[in-house]
């Protein structure tokens, strides 16, 4: 592969359907407000959407050209302003191929190849056929650490011993269990604040006083919430599903591999030493079964999400350590008995910060929504969330592990080595300084922006120890084989 | 706990946050300036008094704000950096105490603006793989003093991430 190819055709396709993904709320929003009432206006308008996709699609598509010589992967691409885009070798973190519905139909791959910290969208082949693309990863690899990866038979062995896949019932209960439900809430609820664009409000009357007589309006109100709860866990059932479907981690030598998904088998490679720190969280429906979903934070590499990646949707309590212990055994902590907790004076604070956002939605829904007086039912479950809070905030270390755990609405348990501290903080706002409270806050790396674990309102001596803890890291320097990260080695010269 | 970083910020940051404060509070004054023109030009129903009563309180508070917060920033402001690690200490109302570990530093740089290069002074930005931190208005010699005691301690640690 020394001179520059393009991809197979098929890419054009998917590239139209990329930007028509990327932009569909702009689309829709033109082919409702500029379509108008005329049925054959509208047609002429999703024609021409169609027609002006594919012809971008296509012009990308010749465009697009990659090659790989000397160790560099070169790809040149843009339709109008020519970008040109050199990856070396040893700078590639990943390589990840995958296939969505398309690439399947036709039988390719997608290849991305992923640097540190630099947005991953350009350095993506999006149709390739899956010879080609492995041609690619050997070649790429190999530049980068040519014996490692030979394929040693007894490795491969020990390989096929160690994936841990999610079994069926499993995957049920996640799909049941997904904290999916707000988003989904939030889209059903909007659907159906727009459901009277396409039926008016008398053929409702007329279909209510057809088919349910005797209902009162307190009933239809409670119907309508509850086919809104319904349809949003069936959603969220249905993509949790999808995303899941036939999970697998499989751990190898350096690296884990990840497979998830029904539709679009997503493939993501995380390497040991880019971890940095694991989550373990307890998600309010989970709880009460002794569930809980693990989650890698990788440096400048993650999915969309946040920048993290799901470890394992779902293992129950007990088997976690277990688990943990063969797939990532330096991370396989829990909370001791040591643990630093926020001092009695801090309730008051934790009780009444749940008042700041559960008081005005009572407010707003008791002036302007019909039986909203029932919104007072949220007083009690916000003082009860906030106490739930509170009994779950906690700090402990152990060894050179920071075990840190704090509530929002699910249970968030973070294991932190100190080496991968980028930074820490204490707050302390004029109500805490009365009352002698601290927060303290903690940097890792994790996809472009990092992630930050906190605990709040600790006593003010706790805090201090645990920051003096994590500034004393130099003082502990572990042996880290560390992949260079942005800097590239020859900056590193001795000016002195 | 150790005690408070011991380098304070130059003195005549002051003077130069004064004037952002105050070129950021002028956007403020929008405010009476349109509904002075609603009422002037269209249908206006808001009396001249009441405008001005308006203007009256924004001009006191502006004038406590260009006037106090700078002076209080500057006092809460301290830093200090070693080998091992960057001590930052800051905030007006909620005090943040930061601490970044030298290796863990990715790059830093100094630039200033309009206002700060007048006074001759200059921001010290640090970037980690995971945050961005601040150090504002130190003299020009000192920030690049700052920024590359920070770029040499942070190659002299070898380990990156």
């Known amino acids: ?496 | 706990m150790r005690s408070s970083p011991k380098n304070n910020l130059s003195k005549s940051a002051v003077s130069a946050w004064r004037i952002s404060t105050f070129i950021f509070m002028l956007f403020l004054f929008l405010i009476p300036l349109a509904m002075w023109m609603i009422s002037y030009l269209g249908s206006g129903q808001m009396s001249l008094w009441v405008i001005s009563a308006i203007t009256f309180v924004l001009v006191v508070i502006a004038g406590l704000v260009i006037f106090f917060i700078p002076e209080i920033r500057w006092q809460r402001w301290s830093y200090q950096v070693d080998e091992h690690e960057i001590d930052l200490q800051s905030g007006i109302l909620i005090i943040t105490r930061t601490l970044v570990p030298v290796k863990r530093v990715q790059h830093v740089d100094t630039r200033q603006g309009p206002i700060l290069r007048s006074y001759g002074l200059a921001d010290v930005t640090i970037s980690t793989a995971a945050t961005t931190h601040r150090i504002p208005a130190l003299e020009e010699e000192t920030a690049e003093a700052v920024r590359d005691r920070i770029s040499k301690f942070a190659r002299l640690a070898k380990e990156d991430v």
């Open chain 1, 1 to 496: 592969m020394s001179k520059p190819e393009r991809q197979h055709p098929v890419a054009a396709i998917t590239k139209a359907l990329d930007v028509l993904r990327g932009n569909f709320i702009t689309i829709l929003l033109i082919l409702f407000i500029g379509g108008g009432d005329e049925d054959t206006f509208l047609l002429y308008w999703i024609v021409g959407v169609v027609v002006l996709l594919l012809v971008w699609g296509v012009l990308s598509w010749l465009r697009f050209t990659f090659e790989l010589s000397e160790g560099e992967l070169r790809i040149e691409h843009g339709v109008f302003v020519r970008k040109k885009l050199y990856l070396t070798s040893d700078r590639i973190q990943v390589i990840d191929i995958s296939a969505g519905v398309i690439q399947r139909m036709f039988g390719l791959v997608t290849v991305e190849v992923k640097t540190a910290g630099s947005s991953s969208k350009e350095a993506k082949i999006s149709a390739l056929s899956r010879e080609k693309a492995e041609l690619l990863k050997s070649e790429l690899r190999q530049a980068v650490n040519g014996e490692e990866e030979g394929v040693d038979p007894e490795d491969k062995e020990k390989r096929e011993q160690k994936i841990y896949s999610l079994t069926t019932r499993d995957l049920l209960v996640t799909a049941s269990t997904s904290g999916r439900m707000g988003v989904a809430l939030s889209i059903v609820g909007a659907a159906f604040s727009q459901i009277d664009q396409f039926i008016s409000d008398e053929e409702i009357y007329q279909f209510i006083e057809t088919n349910m007589p005797q209902s009162t309006s307190a009933s239809l109100v409670v119907m309508s919430i509850v086919s809104i709860v319904v349809i949003s866990w069936l959603f969220s059932f249905i993509t949790t599903l999808i995303t899941y479907y036939d999970f697998s981690v499989d751990v190898r030598k350096n690296e884990l591999l990840i497979s998830r998904g029904l539709f679009e088998r997503i493939q993501l490679t995380i390497p040991f030493n880019r971890i940095q720190a694991v989550q373990i969280k307890e998600g309010l429906m989970r709880q009460p079964f002794g569930y809980v979903t693990l989650v890698i934070e990788s440096a400048g590499y993650g999915e969309k999400e946040g920048n993290s990646t799901v470890l394992f949707p779902l293992i129950n309590k007990d088997k976690m350590h277990g688990f943990l212990e063969e797939v990532l055994p330096e991370y396989n902590y829990e909370m001791t008995q040591q643990e630093t907790v926020p001092p009695k004076r801090a309730l008051r604070r934790y009780l009444i910060r749940t008042l700041w956002w559960s008081l005005p939605i009572i407010l707003i829904a008791w002036i302007t929504i019909p039986y909203g007086v029932y919104a007072w039912i949220l007083l009690p479950l916000g003082l009860l969330l906030g106490y739930q809070q509170y009994r779950d905030a906690g700090v402990c270390t152990e060894d050179d592990t920071l075990i840190i755990s704090a509530r929002q609405l699910s249970k968030k348990t973070a294991i932190v080595k100190r080496y991968r501290m980028q930074a820490t903080q204490l707050k302390q706002n004029p109500f805490q300084k009365r009352m002698s409270l601290r927060d303290i806050i903690v940097h890792v790396a994790s996809g472009n922006q990092g992630r930050s674990f906190s605990v709040r309102d600790l006593a003010i001596q706790d805090a201090g120890r645990y920051w003096q803890w994590l500034a004393m890291q130099h003082q502990t320097q572990p042996e880290v084989q560390d992949t260079p990260f942005d800097q590239p080695d020859a900056e590193i010269s001795s000016e002195d």
